[in-house]
């Protein structure tokens, strides 16, 4: 058997288990608002009809994901299952791409190794489900590496590559906003390595001028207000939310929660991965920027590629970074979620090498096979749907149901038959019991429901502090739901 059957029977593999990890629960996986702004919309008449309940609810929304996801909803209908397995699709369309990108850059055996830390990290099995964007933003920043990749090799001779690399970038672009650092990385690497290729600079720089000019006149069309109100929940990073990044882009979490209760015995190993995954790369990339020089010529140079992965990583987060203190909060890391790929390329460089650390690495598959067993211990998700199914089994016909915000107020009215006209929606902790209250007045029982990003104790003293006797369910996500029971009880006990 050729090395090279070998190499696309491994791929494959790899491919079957990404695809296995990402459809795994896949239809116990509740919509949430981000999901839901889609959802509701596609029963709109026509694309344009569609595109315009998609903004009007989502301002900064860029339409290619939804183009593509409306077309997807006329082949196999609008259930949820079906829409998230265009995201599947997606996914793991990147991992034979990742495969390509570091074929060129870390070699076969690195490829193929980073190929599957890319099929196994949890934050991209999570966005592989995901009925959004990101998984096609992914993919779209790859295939535009990719081209990238073999512009820069071939000098002169690529201009073909050029030309896709850059209709890709448009492409990006226009499906998320933040696909420009994508631009940036490439800039400034070209700014370092190909400042003797003139004309090649000048026919990139202007190409993307005309990228930005369209973004900027489509940006142009949305009242900056409504950006400003979508995103107030946002605040500005600390060191925490840069540390966390590194931790979710390592592949061990799928998100900020701590995986820890969603694991056997209680425990993650995520910031051990996390380092793992650090000192391996560090490992492979030290002594090859800082050892001996390779000569200065045209083409992708081992050191250049190094450079282009790092630049590749860095860059996008730096961006997203300051944008957040000269603009605004918008440190979100599924934002540039496709600058976690190089990260996959270098740690499979490492762990392709000859005479790599093969203790650390079998100590790496260890902890990450143990970090995946998250997938098998509920819905990502916040469970909506056996939240709703209980409030539907228990409440009374005159209870009313308060939800805390309006995103849960969304996704409650999604998953579940409980009539609007017995929801109710509020803003902030404090005028939970005043609705509790007026629901309890009105002669009916009434019900919390809360996700616990939001911590419930202030919710619980107030509503002791108000004499209200309450119960509660948990229900199981990333993060958890609590559904509350409130009734009258004798003022200042929380008992009845």
Same mark, same amino acid.
């Given at each position: 058997?050729?090395?090279?059957?070998?190499?696309?029977?491994?791929?494959?593999?790899?491919?079957?288990?990404?695809?296995?990890?990402?459809?795994?629960?896949?239809?116990?996986?509740?919509?949430?608002?981000?999901?839901?702004?889609?959802?509701?919309?596609?029963?709109?008449?026509?694309?344009?009809?569609?595109?315009?309940?998609?903004?009007?609810?989502?301002?900064?929304?860029?339409?290619?994901?939804?183009?593509?996801?409306?077309?997807?909803?006329?082949?196999?209908?609008?259930?949820?299952?079906?829409?998230?397995?265009?995201?599947?699709?997606?996914?793991?369309?990147?991992?034979?791409?990742?495969?390509?990108?570091?074929?060129?850059?870390?070699?076969? =055996?690195?490829?193929?190794?980073?190929?599957?830390?890319?099929?196994?990290?949890?934050?991209?099995?999570?966005?592989?489900?995901?009925?959004?964007?990101?998984?096609?933003?992914?993919?779209?920043?790859?295939?535009?590496?990719?081209?990238?990749?073999?512009?820069?090799?071939?000098?002169?001779?690529?201009?073909?590559w050029l030309a896709c690399q850059v209709v890709l970038n448009g492409l990006l672009a226009f =499906?998320?906003?933040?696909?420009?650092?994508?631009?940036?990385?490439?800039?400034?690497?070209?700014?370092?390595?190909?400042?003797?290729?003139?004309?090649?600079?000048?026919?990139?720089?202007?190409?993307?001028?005309?990228?930005?000019?369209?973004?900027?006149?489509?940006?142009? =069309?949305?009242?900056?207000?409504?950006?400003?109100?979508?995103?107030?929940?946002?605040?500005?990073?600390?060191?925490?939310?840069?540390?966390?990044?590194?931790?979710?882009?390592?592949?061990?979490?799928?998100?900020?929660?701590?995986?820890?209760?969603?694991?056997?015995?209680?425990? %993650?190993?995520?910031?051990?991965?996390?380092?793992?995954?650090?000192?391996?790369?560090?490992?492979?990339?030290?002594?090859?920027?800082?050892?001996?020089?390779?000569?200065?010529?045209?083409?992708? %140079?081992?050191?250049?590629?190094?450079?282009?992965?790092?630049?590749?990583?860095?860059?996008?987060?730096?961006?997203?970074?300051?944008?957040?203190?000269?603009?605004?909060?918008?440190?979100?890391?599924?934002?540039?979620?496709?600058?976690?790929?190089?990260?996959?390329?270098?740690?499979?460089?490492?762990?392709?090498?000859?005479?790599?650390?093969?203790?650390?690495?079998?100590?790496?598959?260890?902890?990450?096979?143990?970090?995946?067993?998250?997938?098998?211990?509920?819905?990502?998700?916040?469970?909506?749907?056996?939240?709703?199914?209980?409030?539907?089994?228990?409440?009374?016909?005159?209870?009313?149901?308060?939800?805390?915000? %309006?995103?849960?107020?969304?996704?409650?009215?999604?998953? %579940?038959?409980?009539?609007?006209?017995?929801?109710?929606?509020?803003?902030?902790?404090?005028?939970?019991?005043?609705?509790?209250?007026?629901?309890?007045?009105?002669?009916?029982?009434?019900?919390?429901?809360?996700?616990?990003?939001?911590?419930?104790?202030?919710?619980?003293?107030?509503?002791?502090?108000?004499?209200?006797?309450?119960?509660?369910?948990?229900?199981?996500?990333?993060?958890?739901?609590?559904?509350?029971?409130?009734?009258?009880?004798?003022?200042? =006990?929380?008992?009845?």
């Amino acid at each position: 058997m050729s090395a090279a059957t070998k190499t696309w029977i491994a791929l494959g593999g790899i491919v079957l288990l990404g695809a296995f990890l990402r459809v795994y629960g896949l239809g116990a996986e509740s919509p949430w608002w981000d999901e839901i702004v889609a959802l509701d919309a596609l029963d709109a008449p026509g694309l344009a009809a569609f595109l315009g309940e998609v903004r009007a609810s989502d301002p900064p929304m860029t339409p290619v994901y939804f183009v593509v996801a409306w077309c997807w909803s006329r082949l196999g209908g609008d259930s949820v299952v079906w829409m998230r397995l265009l995201s599947v699709l997606l996914g793991l369309a990147c991992i034979p791409v990742a495969y390509g990108v570091g074929r060129r850059l870390v070699g076969r =055996t690195g490829a193929l190794a980073g190929s599957l830390a890319l099929a196994a990290s949890l934050v991209h099995v999570y966005y592989s489900q995901e009925i959004r964007v990101y998984a096609l933003a992914t993919l779209l920043a790859l295939c535009s590496m990719y081209c990238f990749v073999r512009w820069v090799e071939r000098d002169q001779a690529g201009w073909g590559w050029l030309a896709c690399q850059v209709v890709l970038n448009g492409l990006l672009a226009f =499906t998320h906003l933040f696909g420009v650092l994508l631009f940036a990385a490439q800039g400034i690497f070209l700014a370092m390595f190909r400042r003797g290729d003139r004309k090649g600079l000048a026919v990139w720089a202007g190409a993307h001028a005309v990228i930005l000019a369209g973004l900027g006149a489509w940006l142009s =069309t949305i009242d900056t207000a409504t950006i400003h109100e979508a995103a107030d929940w946002m605040v500005r990073p600390g060191w925490r939310d840069v540390v966390m990044v590194a931790a979710v882009f390592a592949g061990g979490r799928p998100s900020n929660e701590n995986p820890a209760p969603h694991l056997p015995g209680g425990v %993650s190993l995520d910031l051990v991965l996390m380092a793992l995954v650090g000192g391996l790369i560090a490992w492979y990339v030290v002594p090859r920027l800082f050892g001996k020089g390779e000569e200065d010529g045209g083409g992708l %140079s081992s050191s250049r590629g190094i450079w282009l992965l790092l630049i590749w990583f860095v860059i996008p987060v730096a961006g997203l970074l300051a944008a957040s203190y000269v603009w605004r909060p918008c440190f979100v890391y599924r934002y540039i979620l496709y600058s976690s790929i190089p990260l996959y390329v270098l740690l499979g460089g490492a762990l392709g090498e000859a005479r790599g650390p093969r203790l650390i690495g079998l100590a790496l598959a260890c902890v990450w096979g143990y970090q995946l067993l998250a997938v098998g211990c509920g819905p990502f998700r916040p469970d909506w749907r056996s939240a709703g199914a209980y409030l539907e089994s228990r409440m009374g016909p005159r209870d009313t149901v308060v939800a805390l915000q %309006s995103i849960n107020y969304s996704a409650l009215r999604f998953n %579940s038959r409980v009539p609007e006209s017995r929801m109710r929606s509020v803003g902030v902790w404090s005028e939970v019991v005043p609705a509790v209250s007026e629901a309890l007045g009105n002669g009916g029982g009434a019900w919390v429901v809360v996700w616990l990003w939001t911590d419930p104790g202030n919710i619980e003293r107030a509503l002791r502090d108000k004499g209200l006797e309450y119960s509660s369910v948990d229900f199981g996500g990333w993060p958890g739901l609590r559904a509350y029971r409130v009734t009258k009880g004798i003022p200042g =006990t929380g008992r009845l």
